[in-house]
């Protein structure tokens, strides 16, 4: 199985950039495809897709979130972080079966 | 609008069978698959197991042995079945649908609570 590794935690101040990164156990990336995907879940709340394919931006979603990476090591930023942005943010990858998810990181307010 | 809705059961026994429904709108079960994850109180995302469109099945191989997954696509339903029941099965349930392209799960339903306990 793929693992996708995250911190657990990261501390921000609002206004300022938070970074939040996702290592995999192996490539997630084809000749076309980067198949890593961020979401976000708020605490009793489903996930919500942010960014598919390591860096398109889901609809809806503020142009504030953005994603980069390949391979192995992916981004997902968040610049300028607002107050409704305090979540857990969860990587995953549809490379292999089974789907495997990142630990999540919970984005606190410094 | 896309919507995905689980329903069941709060309350399980130990070592009984989980039985979720997941009713879909705004999409066909024939166009899009369709994942189970779960995720235990205060604790991350596990992928069950996925339903394609074709109708063929594929599991998280630890769950394997307890899972099956089915459809209705007259009902757009699909269907939850775990046996032997455990605790640690105590979780939020999710379906979600799956995009064709890159197997990204773009659409989530609310959730459904189950406790095992007796």
């Known amino acids: 199985d793929i693992v996708l590794t995250q911190s657990p935690a990261l501390a921000v101040s609002l206004g300022q950039r938070a970074t939040i990164s996702c290592r995999a156990s192996?490539?997630?990336?084809?000749?076309?495809?980067?198949?890593m995907h961020w979401y976000q879940q708020k605490p009793g709340q489903q996930p919500k897709l942010l960014i598919y394919?390591?860096?398109n931006l889901a609809s809806s979603i503020p142009a504030r979130f953005s994603g980069s990476g390949s391979g192995t090591d992916f981004t997902l930023t968040i610049n300028p972080v607002q107050a409704d942005d305090i979540a857990t943010y969860y990587c995953?990858?549809?490379?292999?079966?089974?789907?495997?998810f990142g630990g999540g990181t919970k984005l606190e307010l410094k | 609008q896309v919507q995905l809705k689980e329903s069941g059961p709060g309350l399980v026994q130990p070592s009984q069978t989980l039985s979720l429904t997941c009713t879909v709108s705004?999409?066909?079960?024939?166009?899009?698959?369709v994942s189970w994850v779960r995720q235990p109180p205060g604790k991350g995302l596990e992928w069950m197991g996925v339903?394609?469109?074709?109708?063929?099945?594929a599991y998280n191989s630890l769950l394997k042995s307890r899972l099956s997954i089915s459809r209705d696509i007259s009902k757009s339903q699909v269907f939850l079945k775990m046996n032997s029941l455990q605790t640690e099965d105590t979780a939020t349930y999710y379906c979600?649908?799956?995009?064709?392209?890159?197997?990204?799960?773009?659409?989530w339903g609310q959730g459904a609570s189950v406790t095992v306990s007796s």
């Open positions: 192996q490539s997630v990336s084809t000749s076309s495809y980067n198949l």
């Open positions: 339903i394609w469109t074709g109708g063929s099945t």
């Open positions: 394919d390591a860096s």
């Open positions: 979600a649908r799956e995009d064709g392209g890159s197997y990204v799960m773009d659409a």
């Open positions: 995953q990858q549809s490379r292999e079966l089974p789907r495997t």
């Open positions: 705004g999409f066909s079960l024939t166009s899009y698959h």
